[in-house]
């Protein structure tokens, strides 16, 4: 067995085990505690009052399009991880390269700020 | 039969299960397969508990920075409220609204806890002491974490209440843009160490990283902070304004479990500060006794972990176009200048120039740009009193 | 050793269920849900012939994070367009979004 | 048969009865949750492969960022979109037919072509590898930078899509 194969073998088994424990106690308190449900208990709560109307509310657009910021940047900065390994046998133009990448990246941002999109409005 | 060697005990004892276990004549795949699991087992089960004893001290300690004495009735200094707190929840009823997404219900808070859990793999408690030593470390811990995001948009969802659904959105939207910073400013520790193995970024620490880089440690324990969604920046579940947020239906233990995975994040993170800019297991006889290691690893952690109490116990909640401000138009752009400047820095300083010298010249140039930055914050925050000085004259009628 | 056939078996059957997924959903944000489940199917294959014909040179993998690149680009943009339509014309169901038909 | 091909099949059958729960669930959130789930099966898949980085950057990608933004449009257009409305077209069965057809011809030719194998050896660390092909002008430099710029182009493009006109006052 190699030595990656291992590393992976702990990681599966401790995923298995950090899903199983956590629903240990949840099993337990369901057998311990008490389970008398009614309709007025089980109700949402909606500060003492019925729920009003549906509860699939629309929402603020903003909160979306940090969304879509993020999943941008997020790609870029996986590009760049590699990059950041290598970088110690790297000579200086190829920093330079990395560095363009990070200046696109800065420039979109910078683009956005002034369309005003990161304005919480 | 394996070498008993007291500093190495931990790993003594498990080459020694291994070797009892294979001369009772078990396959050797098999038994690795046992080593691992127990090693895993006894891992989980000390991540998992740690967080009884941290929230006593949490407690404690925000009390004291509040002026009050915090549990005090149970045991001697009230340490064993945490127990008694468990027992209590554990007789409570779980309920469950009408309405709700009864697996997804479930599954949300469990599903919270297990990736935070699951970052303790790649955590190095010692030269010799390591879950597993990936060479994808840094980026498995973001991956991993980055799943509990779903988790609080999972509990959100299946509530059925409009609270826990603004509650998720704010969270989602919070998580999401905090990990843009966190991982510009993991690549920085990356870049220093020439790989993304945690035991390696251990290593490389001759000096602490946090002297080379200062801005990306500061980056990575703010933009944590904002992970964990506590005080400042628990807009995520900011009670005056949406109750509980995401886990408002949430009662009984599946509540306490969205609780302790909170506390077990603030402590997980702790660690990983520790790991990557604060030289982790090292100190001095470290190598010698790696038993020592998981000391220093230990009390660097509580240490941060001190400082994040600390920052809870004395900012106020910051608004909700704060936080987005915060984020995209300061950390961001921080933490792509200090990439910049660490990888020209570090290329143009004279290779002869090693160790501790090399750090403090890395630690100068992150100080010239900090304060560039204040500088640049200053004019800023001049202009705008300048701007909304006669603006309340006007308003008045 | 798994065999390098079963990967691709399987590279295959994702690609298809991701196939008739586009055609059969109705609603635009499954069609996209589906489409991921094609380009997961392209990536599996990549990395698949990677292990097994090229293990030693970096292209396959570079080929693979490429079309990452690219899924991500996708989702960005198509999950903006929806969010688009559905703010002007109140609905993501595909077939009553067909403007251009006339 | 050896552990590994037990594994794989386990991971196989998840990712296949997850995918297929995908494109039939009703319920779009449950589908995205399966979604969630068969992407989470293919990043253990390209760990069997010995891909640790593309394993990694799977999670991160797929499950960290595309999931959840799908999560999320399901739930901000979810109003007129209640579980009542159709959710497959009329004409399903004949995608079905074509599925399968898809899936025999790829499946017939795949598996017939005798692929020349390399030879088997020890995948170790790729992703020095693959940084130092970033930035080599001979090899990946274009496409490293021209992936910037698609990204560029797709952030750009798809936040004017999804900023709301402003009222021109």
């Known amino acids: ?100 990448f990070i200046l696109l990246l800065t420039g979109g941002l910078v683009y956005l700020w002034r369309k005003g999109a990161l304005e919480w409005v | 039969m394996p070498e008993f060697s007291f500093g190495n005990i931990a790993v003594y004892a498990y080459d020694m299960i291994g070797w009892v276990l294979v001369s009772y004549g078990l396959d050797p795949k098999l038994v690795v397969i046992i080593q691992k699991f127990l090693a895993a087992f006894l891992l989980a089960n000390f991540a998992l508990l740690t967080p009884i004893f941290t929230i006593w001290l949490e407690r404690k300690i925000a009390a004291r920075f509040q002026d009050r004495l915090g549990p005090n009735r149970v045991g001697p200094y009230g340490l064993f409220q945490s127990f008694a707190d468990i027992l209590k929840l554990l007789t409570k009823e779980i309920i469950t609204p009408s309405g709700a997404d009864k697996v997804v219900y479930f599954v949300g808070p469990i599903l919270s806890v297990a990736p935070v859990l699951g970052i303790w793999v790649v955590i190095p408690f010692a030269s010799t002491m390591i879950g597993a030593n990936l060479n994808v470390g840094v980026l498995y811990s973001v991956a991993i974490g980055g799943i509990g995001t779903l988790a609080i948009m999972m509990g959100g969802w299946a509530s059925n209440n409009k609270y826990a659904l603004l509650g998720a959105f704010r969270a989602a939207s919070q998580l999401v843009s905090y990990e843009v910073p966190l991982i510009l400013a993991l690549l920085i520790p990356t870049m220093l160490a020439g790989s993304m193995g945690m035991q390696d970024i251990v290593l490389a620490q001759g000096t602490w990283f946090v002297v080379y880089a200062p801005i990306a440690a500061a980056i990575f324990l703010v933009s944590s902070l904002a992970e964990i969604g506590r005080a400042p920046f628990d807009i995520l579940e900011a009670e005056s304004e949406i109750v509980a947020g995401y886990h408002v239906e949430y009662s009984g233990f599946l509540f306490a479990i969205w609780q302790l995975g909170e506390f077990l994040h603030a402590f997980t993170i702790s660690a990983l500060v520790s790991v990557l800019f604060l030289g982790g297991w090292r100190g001095p006889l470290a190598d010698l006794y790696p038993i020592l290691g998981i000391v220093y690893l230990l009390a660097k952690t509580y240490f941060v972990y001190f400082i994040t109490m600390w920052i809870r116990a004395t900012v106020p909640r910051i608004r909700i176009d704060q936080m987005n401000n915060l984020n995209w138009k300061f950390l961001v752009p921080l933490a792509l200048a200090a990439l910049v400047l660490v990888a020209l820095v570090d290329k143009l300083l004279p290779a002869s120039l090693a160790g501790s010298a090399r750090a403090w010249a890395h630690f100068a140039s992150n100080v010239v740009l900090m304060a560039i930055v204040f500088g640049m914050l200053r004019t800023e925050s001049r202009r705008l009193q300048n701007l909304s000085a006669p603006a309340p004259v006007a308003a008045a009628h | 050793m798994v065999p390098l056939s079963w990967y691709l078996v399987l590279a295959a059957l994702l690609f298809s269920i991701g196939i008739y997924g586009v055609l059969a959903r109705a609603n635009a944000i499954g069609i996209l849900m589906a489409l991921e489940l094609m380009l997961n199917g392209v990536i599996l294959n990549i990395v698949a012939f990677w292990r097994y014909r090229g293990p030693t040179q970096v ?30 014309r109140g609905t993501v169901v595909a077939e009553d979004v067909s403007l251009l038909k006339w | 048969m050896s552990a590994q091909q037990i594994v794989f099949l386990v991971t196989a059958g998840v990712i296949v009865i997850s995918a297929a729960l995908v494109v039939t669930v009703r319920n779009l959130i449950h589908a995205s949750l399966w979604l969630v789930i068969t992407l989470f099966a293919v990043a253990a898949i390209y760990v069997q492969l010995e891909a640790d980085f593309l394993a990694v950057v799977q999670v991160i990608l797929y499950i960290g960022a595309i999931s959840i933004l799908i999560i999320f449009s399901v739930m901000l257009t979810r109003r007129v979109m209640a579980d009542t409305g159709p959710q497959r077209i009329p004409q399903w069965p004949l995608a079905a037919v074509l599925a399968l057809l898809v899936f025999g011809g790829l499946a017939y030719l795949l598996v017939q072509v005798p692929w020349p194998l390399a030879p088997n050896v020890d995948v170790s660390d790729t992703v020095l590898a693959l940084g130092e092909a970033f930035v080599d002008p001979n090899r990946y430099v274009i496409p490293f930078e021209v992936a910037t710029v698609l990204l560029l182009v797709a952030l750009v493009g798809s936040i004017s899509l999804a900023l709301p006109e402003r009222e021109s006052d």
């Open chain 1, 1 to 100: 067995m190699s030595m990656t194969d291992s590393n992976w073998l702990f990681v599966s088994l401790f995923i298995a085990i950090a899903l199983v424990f956590p629903a240990v106690p949840v099993v337990a308190a369901r057998i311990l505690g008490p389970h008398r449900p009614n309709a007025l208990k089980n109700e949402t709560f909606e500060c003492g009052m019925q729920t009003v109307g549906d509860s699939w509310v629309q929402f603020k657009i903003q909160y979306y399009i940090f969304g879509l910021l993020f999943l941008v940047f997020d790609v870029e900065s996986i590009f760049l991880f590699p990059w950041a390994v290598a970088y110690q046998q790297m000579a200086l133009f190829a920093v330079f390269e990395g560095l363009v």
């Open chain 3, 59 to 88: 292209s396959g993998q570079m080929f693979a994070i490429i079309v990452f690149a690219v899924a991500a680009a996708e989702a960005a943009v198509g999950l903006a367009l929806i969010i688009s339509i559905y703010r002007r």
